[in-house]
């Protein structure tokens, strides 16, 4: 099925095929044409009695060339540079912003169909992008704004005199926990950006990751302590060449979203499996898990299903990791089902 606004492509000959053929019947013409009323003309002896002389020749000649530039000129204005100029003009629009354009313009000729095509494709994309580009910024400030909202109302909290030595440290928290969400929003931003601009410069090293995991699953142990979270953990030992620092942000993000969306004394299962030729990573648990329509947006910037947990993340953690996974030519997938719990899936081939 063609995409919105892409036309279809014209079935036209070559340009090159376009100007070959006119020289060609114009030299055949005008030669055949010439000689044959000049060699009629001679041997009835008639050449300076029709045309009066050497000057009628020359008139001759002339109104035969331009009837000939005439229809050259009309053919290559209406079918090679009216369409150019339209394509021109469609650029000059774009250049100045407006993705909205569209040629529809058709000719005989295949590769101006084919550069309109490309030109139509080229905007839908450019504007899929600027569209993205708006609704990122439009995210990225209400991200900064709620965290540096709650800091600026704090600190005004704590000029007050009055206040218990026990408020105080409640907004010193709040404020602590509120600036780590505000660097962690910035280092994730910075790291996606890097990412999807291939500015990253990879550095690949072997190292274990069963161990990596196990590093994961011990950094969110006040997490898991506090809530009572019961783990069953099963890993092989393995060895694994690849980014060792964006790694561990996967396996971070994804224990920390298992704990995060699990109540309290529930269940998260991580295994780490080595079939030979791939790594199987799996994170599941007994939580809240997602409805379909939610599923199929997780790995988006700034998508946040569970609005009730929103104050506990900025929605990166899964665009970051699926962008790590491809990084790496894995695959990341998902298996929920509402009310109860989440399967996340991380196969990575081993080199």
Not at 107 to 131: A, C, H, K
Not at 242 to 260: H, P, R
Not at 322 to 347: D, P
Request: glycine content about 6%; aromatic content about 8%.
């Amino acid at each position: 099925m063609k995409k919105k606004n892409e036309l279809i492509k014209g079935e036209g000959h070559s340009l090159h095929f376009h100007f070959a053929l006119i020289i060609f019947v114009i030299l055949i013409f005008a030669m055949v044409l010439t000689i044959a009323v000049t060699v009629i003309l001679y041997n009835l002896r008639l050449l300076w009695v029709v045309l009066g002389g050497p000057f009628s020749v020359i008139i001759g000649v002339f109104l035969l060339s331009v009837c000939i530039a005439s229809a050259l000129a009309y053919y290559v204005n209406n079918h090679i540079l009216r369409p150019i100029v339209t394509l021109s003009n469609a650029s000059k629009k774009v250049a100045t912003g407006d993705f909205g354009i569209r040629i529809n313009e058709h000719t005989n000729i295949e590769e101006l169909n084919t550069t309109f095509d490309n030109f139509n494709n080229m905007v839908s994309e450019l504007s899929s992008i600027e569209t993205l580009r708006n609704d990122f910024i439009a995210n990225v400030s209400h991200e900064f704004k709620t965290p540096l909202s709650a800091i600026e109302g704090y600190a005004m909290l704590l000029q007050d005199d009055s206040l218990s030595n026990e408020d105080k440290n409640e907004y010193i928290k709040r404020i602590r926990d509120n600036t780590h969400l505000l660097s962690e929003l910035t280092g994730n931003i910075l790291l996606i950006s890097k990412l999807d601009n291939q500015s990253f410069t990879s550095q690949n090293k072997e190292f274990r990751l069963d161990e990596q995991i196990r590093e994961a699953i011990l950094t969110h142990e006040v997490t898991w302590s506090t809530k009572g979270t019961q783990l069953e953990i099963d890993l092989d030992e393995m060895t694994y060449t690849g980014e060792e620092t964006l790694l561990l942000q996967v396996w971070l993000n994804l224990i920390g979203n298992a704990l995060k969306f699990t109540d309290d004394k529930g269940v998260v299962c991580i295994t780490l499996k080595n079939n030979s030729s791939n790594a199987v990573v799996t994170v599941s648990d007994n939580g809240i898990g997602m409805d379909t329509e939610t599923q199929k947006h997780i790995f988006e910037k700034f998508y946040q299903g569970d609005t009730s947990h929103k104050g506990k993340g900025n929605g990166l953690g899964l665009a970051l990791c699926k962008r790590i996974v491809n990084l790496h030519n894995g695959t990341i997938q998902c298996e929920s089902e509402a009310g109860k719990g989440s399967i996340f899936t991380v196969t990575l081939p081993i080199n």
